[in-house]
């Protein structure tokens, strides 16, 4: 049979009918937001190229932390930005340094009722920018490296982190994270692995919000944007090495990444909606070249129905809301 016995258009004439049809929701428990948390501030500070995104203070986070939960959200990842930096990054692992006393913060202000994560690498904390120690020569020291994740894992560990997310792309991160952990107690912690992270350019507006000192790139440990079967090959090492969630950063222009992904393990599958794709919206909206709100959402349906069950996105609160409203 054909048209005119078969008329598809039924399903989509009442906004009842299509809710009721509809093959891929977002839920605002699978989304999670980032937050930026800024040594020293007594106020919260707007970031020009993430309109709507702030650096917090510390009294602000705790707020924020409590709206996001009020919202629904499912998990809140921080970012700390300290005041100084050193060349090994000692104030991602000092119990005292902003990320790890951030991380005290939120879990004494909303305890269980989001996944508090914080983000685990090196960047915003070494005066070069750069995810890991350097050589003399300066190069990124992957083993070396992995012993300051290993460090680090522990101290946001010690401060009540409910899930790490080491992000620097080092061979070998995952294991090292899990058995630091796991050697200190912290058996209960979880991993969500960067598996999948692109040297892309996309990331321009992330290093205003986090201050980053860096000089050059980082194509020598984050992945070629060409490829896509190194990406499984990466995702398969840090099941391997026991990452409890994989992700893949960025989003949208990796679909089809997230897609083969989702295929390939039996693990949740995470996407980051980074920081360039947010601002690309943000500032066609104001231009008034597009419905900011509709595209949010569309957006967000398009990176689950590639096969992203956890989405980071910085709209996860206005998100939330609308979701609601929508379903």
């Given at each position: 049979m054909s048209?005119?016995?078969?008329?598809?258009?039924r399903l989509r004439r009442t906004p009842a009918i299509r809710r009721l049809v509809s093959e891929t929701r977002v839920d605002p428990a699978e989304l999670v937001v980032p937050m930026f948390v800024k040594e020293g501030l007594t106020e919260p500070r707007a970031i020009g190229s993430l309109p709507g995104v702030l650096q917090h203070s510390r009294d602000s986070l705790r707020k924020a932390a409590v709206e996001a939960v009020q919202a629904g959200v499912g998990g809140i990842m921080l970012f700390g930005v300290p005041e100084q930096r050193d060349p090994t990054g000692s104030g991602g692992i000092d119990p005292d340094g902003i990320l790890n006393v951030a991380i005290r913060d939120v879990v004494a202000e909303v305890g269980d009722a989001t996944v508090v994560m914080s983000d685990l690498c090196l960047d915003e904390f070494t005066s070069h920018g750069h995810c890991g120690l350097l050589t003399p020569d300066g190069e990124v020291d992957n083993d070396a490296t992995l012993g300051a994740y290993a460090e680090m894992a522990?101290?946001?560990a010690a401060a009540g982190v409910?899930?790490?997310g080491p992000s620097g792309m080092m061979d070998g991160q995952v294991g090292v994270v899990r058995r630091a952990l796991d050697d200190a107690g912290y058996q209960h912690v979880s991993v969500l692995a960067y598996a999948v992270k692109y040297a892309s350019a996309f990331y321009g507006p992330f290093r205003e919000a986090v201050e980053s000192a860096l000089e050059g790139d980082r194509r020598t440990y984050q992945q070629d944007p060409?490829?896509?079967?190194?990406?499984l090959r990466e995702v398969a090492l840090d099941v391997a090495e026991g990452a409890d969630l994989?992700?893949?950063k960025p989003a949208l222009p990796y679909l089809d990444v997230v897609s083969a992904v989702r295929a390939a393990v039996d693990v949740p599958v995470a996407a980051y909606q980074v920081s360039g794709e947010y601002a690309m919206v943000e500032a066609a909206a104001a231009n008034g070249w597009i419905d900011r709100e509709r595209v949010m959402l569309e957006t967000l349906t398009s990176i689950k129905r590639a096969g992203a069950?956890?989405?980071?996105?910085?709209?996860?609160?206005?998100?939330?809301?609308?979701?609601?409203?929508r379903y």
């Amino acid at each position: 049979m054909s048209y005119p016995e078969i008329r598809p258009r039924r399903l989509r004439r009442t906004p009842a009918i299509r809710r009721l049809v509809s093959e891929t929701r977002v839920d605002p428990a699978e989304l999670v937001v980032p937050m930026f948390v800024k040594e020293g501030l007594t106020e919260p500070r707007a970031i020009g190229s993430l309109p709507g995104v702030l650096q917090h203070s510390r009294d602000s986070l705790r707020k924020a932390a409590v709206e996001a939960v009020q919202a629904g959200v499912g998990g809140i990842m921080l970012f700390g930005v300290p005041e100084q930096r050193d060349p090994t990054g000692s104030g991602g692992i000092d119990p005292d340094g902003i990320l790890n006393v951030a991380i005290r913060d939120v879990v004494a202000e909303v305890g269980d009722a989001t996944v508090v994560m914080s983000d685990l690498c090196l960047d915003e904390f070494t005066s070069h920018g750069h995810c890991g120690l350097l050589t003399p020569d300066g190069e990124v020291d992957n083993d070396a490296t992995l012993g300051a994740y290993a460090e680090m894992a522990v101290a946001q560990a010690a401060a009540g982190v409910g899930m790490v997310g080491p992000s620097g792309m080092m061979d070998g991160q995952v294991g090292v994270v899990r058995r630091a952990l796991d050697d200190a107690g912290y058996q209960h912690v979880s991993v969500l692995a960067y598996a999948v992270k692109y040297a892309s350019a996309f990331y321009g507006p992330f290093r205003e919000a986090v201050e980053s000192a860096l000089e050059g790139d980082r194509r020598t440990y984050q992945q070629d944007p060409a490829n896509l079967r190194e990406s499984l090959r990466e995702v398969a090492l840090d099941v391997a090495e026991g990452a409890d969630l994989v992700m893949v950063k960025p989003a949208l222009p990796y679909l089809d990444v997230v897609s083969a992904v989702r295929a390939a393990v039996d693990v949740p599958v995470a996407a980051y909606q980074v920081s360039g794709e947010y601002a690309m919206v943000e500032a066609a909206a104001a231009n008034g070249w597009i419905d900011r709100e509709r595209v949010m959402l569309e957006t967000l349906t398009s990176i689950k129905r590639a096969g992203a069950q956890v989405i980071l996105t910085y709209w996860a609160v206005e998100a939330a809301g609308l979701l609601r409203e929508r379903y």
